[in-house]
């Protein structure tokens, strides 16, 4: 076996493995250096010369020529009759050069060192992964989803490195299938018994952030600031910019022109809702805008409590609220302040629109009453039970629970 067929070899790491070519070269002298120390001793003095383009690997092992008899250690000396055998005009004294082949290596050593190669360069390799994507936390990637399991997904980006999307970390409508394109954001880098472990995230208002820096050219540019995002994925979003420039309004041009520029990140994120909100240092104005779409009326601030009571009319309060709550719970960690939504005073003995109920009765089961002239909670109350089911398709049962939610919002 010579030097060549071996070098040809191991440079098939190099076509297969992102690594340099001076690193490479690096690699494979430190591979055969500490082969040869550990064959020669600490003190012999080698060269390892490694060309990778050219397939090449010269082994040189340098001797001092001392008197005949004078020999302590073959290693690092040769006698001078065994010198002059090669050259005749060698003196004591002088350097003696000597190429070594691998032919002179036995096979199990010439395995060792293809085992430690193998080992070298997957340890590079593992500790480039974990460096690049260290870099890249918070930073949105590409890849192809190459397996759907259960509990997570495996992503291969374009240098086919091996990505995790876990289930937690999914929008719950999302649906991958392989050889998908998937966006993400790099949450995190583990180490994981010496592997580097890359998580991706499609829930973390840090993607949400990076969407809006792609999408509008006045945040990446710094002219606009988002200041805070909440999100429940999948549902709604709400997010609070700021611009230090008076001639740029901040919510017009993160919404862009007949909303362009904000529908390309609401299908990114599976039809989620998202608010853009001004920034204000004012609280009460804040959680104002913060319950958009709701109109509020009054509010009554505890600032040490962070604690709001927020008044406004009957037919706003479904608003305020929102579908599962999920408008209230966001403005709530928008701005800070547990929120408490009342009625205005002067509208409590007002009838309440039958609408307002929805997180409470389902829509289909309002859609009922409505379809026999009931819009609001007094026309159902006026009402008697025999006639309710007499006139809708709704059981006994179900019109007994939907009076009883009625009659406690007039109590």
Known sequence: MDNI???????????????????????????????????????SNFDVIVNIDRGDLEIW?????????????????????????????????????????????????????????????????????YKKYKEKVGEVVTGEVYQVWKKEILVLDDEGIELILPKSEQIPSDYFKKGDTIRAVVLKVDMRNSNPVIILSRTAEVFLERLFES???????????????????????????????????PVGACVGMKGSRIHGIVRELRNENIDVINYTANDSLFIQRALSPAKVSSINLNEEKHTADVYMKPDQVSLAIGKGGFNIRLAGK???????????????????????????IEQWIIDEFKNIGCDTAKSVLDLEIDELVNRTDLEEETIRDVISILRAEFE
Do not use: C, W
């Open 5 to 43: 067929n071996l070098v040809e070899t191991f440079s098939e790491f190099k076509e297969f493995k992102n690594i340099d070519r001076e690193t490479m070269m690096r690699i494979i002298e430190d591979v055969f250096r500490s082969m040869l120390t550990k064959k020669y001793g600490e003190e």
């Open 61 to 129: 092992h340098y001797r001092e020529i001392v008197e005949d008899g004078a020999v302590e250690d073959p290693n690092i000396q040769i006698a001078f009759s065994d010198a002059i055998k090669v050259e005749p005009d060698f003196e004591v004294g002088e350097e003696f050069s000597e190429q070594i082949f691998l032919a002179d290596f036995g096979r199990r050593e010439i395995l060792a060192i293809r085992q430690n190669l193998v080992s070298k360069i997957m340890d590079y390799e593992k500790d480039n992964i």
């Open 215 to 249: 999408e509008v050219p006045e945040i990446y540019d710094g002219l606009i600031t988002i200041k805070k995002i909440v999100r429940v994925p999948g549902e709604r979003a709400k997010v609070a910019v700021e611009s230090y420039d008076d001639r740029i309004d």
């Open 334 to 360: 928008l701005t800070g302040y547990e929120i408490d939504v009342y009625r205005d005073s002067e509208s409590d003995n007002d009838d309440v629109d039958l609408q307002e109920f929805s997180d409470e």
